[in-house]
């Protein structure tokens, strides 16, 4: 139906404010645009405008199960974890539009991410006990960049798809201790760090303004 | 979606597109311009025209386009793995490392001459050349108290062809164009994969394999529906 729409439809001047973005996805589905917690776009001038999407999650879980074995010992073993994690996005960018009702607008700039996990949990077993800590850190910085298209519905509904690249880099700290209390005493150290460059083409994003 | 959701929005649209047809014949032309262009898939979402970073396409004389598309991918990471085991009782301490690094590499480039026959609705027909590259390389070292291993794996492939397309477009507007064409393309690649393997120690070893083919593909796609939105 939006491919229909401009034949149907009369011409509207390029909504110039603040918009709300969403994204699409199959059979017309909203869905985020370019941060899964706002997506939230406002005019510099008639032709500049910069952009914010900003995804925040955090979650805190706390846990705790059993479990027996029914062998020849009939072991029984419990155990509790403690999960604390936050996932945290930021990308900014400046564009220009060149047009009216149909315009072509492209632009860029920093987006900054950074995920966090850590848990610990106990394990207790009938003749040992363990203990484990589990603690994940990244962080990446980059730059992104569009070119797109948009169509302006009506003065306050805009249509648009773009090509998006993105160079980032990334670091990734892992570290991972497990040790027993009792019984056999052992202790496990495991750390991991990673660094990661990247430059990717993502594709099409496609997309809608609802201008307020 | 279900099935009968779908046939009303076909329904819709085709009812549209119809009114919109009837509406505007005789009065929009064949767009000409730079266009960017994108693929329709299934559900309706707007996707890249075979090719990520960019699908653009200029008109170069009246009945003749000019289409590119590219697509550029780089990724290199590099990883360090540590691990401590300590048994207290037997007074022994392991300590184990791992370096590893990756490289991923990938680039396509395609140019098309398009000719086009009509106006509003019109057939259009092209091909131009291909080329396309591509490398990966993983390197992996262990390192254990009395040896280490280490090891390479690079594969490559890079090739070159030309390819086509036929197919119809029809102007919504004097902007936005749909289309739907049959491709099909040549190519030839080239590819080589090498595998080294070093220890170090008491037994020393290296082993090194190598292997490489040549491929020549005709091969089409089908069709492809897309959209291309003039500015």
């Known amino acids: ?212 | 979606m279900s099935r009968g959701s779908v046939t009303v929005v076909a329904g819709v649209c085709l009812a549209l597109l119809v009114a919109g047809v009837a509406a505007g014949e005789g009065v929009v032309a064949r767009p000409s311009g730079e266009a960017i262009q994108f693929s329709i898939q299934s559900g309706f979402v707007v996707r890249d025209f075979g090719a990520l970073t960019l699908a653009y396409q200029r008109y170069v004389a009246p009945d003749v386009a000019l289409r590119l598309g590219l697509t550029l991918d780089l990724h290199h990471e590099s990883g360090d793995y540590g691990q401590l085991y300590i048994t207290e009782q037997e007074g022994e301490v392991y300590d184990e490392s791992v370096e590893h690094g990756e490289w991923d590499h990938s680039g396509h480039l395609s140019c098309e001459w398009i000719w086009y026959r009509g106006e509003r609705l019109a057939l259009y027909y092209g091909g131009g050349p291909r080329i396309f590259y591509s490398s990966w390389r993983d390197e992996h070292s262990s390192f254990y108290t009395d040896y280490s291993w280490h090891r390479r794996q690079t594969v490559e492939s890079y090739g070159a062809g030309i390819q086509s397309c036929l197919g119809m477009q029809w102007a919504v507007c004097d902007w936005l164009v749909l289309q739907a064409e049959y491709d099909a393309w040549f190519t030839y690649t080239r590819y080589s994969s090498t595998v080294q393997e070093l220890r170090t120690g008491e037994a020393p070893r290296f082993t090194e394999e190598k292997d490489t083919s040549d491929r020549f593909t005709l091969d089409s796609r089908g069709v492809r529906m897309g959209l291309s939105v003039y500015y």
């Open chain 1, 1 to 212: 139906m939006f491919l229909i729409m401009p034949a149907t439809l009369a011409a509207a001047e390029r909504p110039v404010g603040r918009a709300m973005q969403f994204g699409i996805t199959s059979y017309l589905r909203l869905s985020d645009f370019n941060g899964g917690t706002i997506a939230y776009q406002s005019n510099l001038s008639p032709d500049a405008a910069w952009r914010l999407g900003a995804t925040v999650n955090v979650s805190d879980s706390r846990g705790d199960e059993s479990f027996i074995y029914i062998d020849g010992e009939d072991t029984e073993a419990s155990g509790d974890e403690t999960v604390r994690s936050c996932d945290l996005a930021l990308t900014c960018q400046w564009l220009r539009y060149r047009g009216d009702d149909l315009s072509v607008y492209f632009g860029g700039g920093p987006r900054l991410s950074f995920t966090y996990s850590r848990s610990e949990g106990y394990t207790f077993q009938t003749w040992t006990q363990y203990e484990r800590h589990y603690w994940s850190r990244t962080f990446g910085v980059g730059l992104e960049g569009c070119l797109g298209v948009q169509w302006t519905a009506t003065d306050w509904l805009a249509i648009h798809a773009e090509y998006v690249t993105r160079l980032t880099y990334q670091h990734t700290n892992v570290e991972e201790d497990e040790w027993s209390l009792e019984g056999d005493e052992e202790h496990v150290k495991r750390t991991t760090s990673v660094d990661a460059f990247e430059f990717d083409s993502t594709g099409v994003r496609f997309g809608v303004s609802v201008y307020f």
